[in-house]
């Protein structure tokens, strides 16, 4: 992956180096790319970097080009702490108590990326639902940190089969797929936006990677295209009742559509943020 990043000039320092890379993420539906060095393109739906948020703050600010139209609020931040600075900061949830953040209202289709940096206490959990339940059997999706389920969508309108309940999963692959707690470490998925991600067609249409190297994991599709939703997604809690990120540090979230971007192109962003992290 090294040859990804530019070189730079020795004057240009961190903020150099980082800026080159930032240029390199794209996303979004109309598949362009960065509008410049050290810009992220504009058709993320949400960048949220711990160095943006303070103690005791109610409001996580996004990133300058996330979309500004999503504000992500803390729910009882009291005990959560902050250790780092700049691009390596880190937000420090407590070891008890229901403490998450909540962006409210929030469009996602089925096929996203989703990257993420934290460092695992309890499993770490990211879902959109609409509060009286979880994506389980509410239009949503959940991105897990666990050993069992890596990524769940519902969908009103798909199938009921292989699922009683509408919900497709991509399951781990027998071992905790983000299974380091004391280290700083990328965990990533990819779905791609249009096409069927059953077993057979998973190496094109989804992905799975700690840092830059892919993960086992297995399949209950099939996963069609569909319709986006908007729902409020909880950060650090499923549905705001369970599985709270106790003793764990979150460090950066990035979601953006898959539509117009290659696993290749996705692979690209990973690594960005893992070479962001110093892993």
Known sequence: MKDLWPKQAPIQGMAGLW???QGSLTAGSSGGGATGPGVYPETNILHLEAQNWSTGSNTWTQSNNSN??????????????????GDTAMINWPNT???????ANITLPV???VICAW???DPFIIEQSDGSGTANSHPGFYFYGDDSFIYGCYRQNWSTSPTSQRRHIA?????DWFPDSNNIAVGAFYMSANGDATDGNKSTTTAVYVNNSTVPYNLDGPFNSDSEVTENMYIGSRNG???FFHGGSLAEIWI????NITLSQFQTNVAAMVTKQGI
């Open 111 to 113: 096929g996203i990326q």
């Open 19 to 21: 800026g080159g890379i």
């Open 68 to 85: 500004s139209n999503y504000t992500t609020t803390a729910t009882n931040p009291g005990t959560m702490s902050k250790s780092g600075s």
């Open 241 to 243: 009742v369970s599985i």
């Open 171 to 175: 399951g781990g692959g027998g071992s």
């Open 97 to 103: 108590g229901t403490q998450y953040f909540n962006t």
């Open 119 to 121: 460092k695992e206490g």
């Open 256 to 259: 953006a559509k898959s539509e």
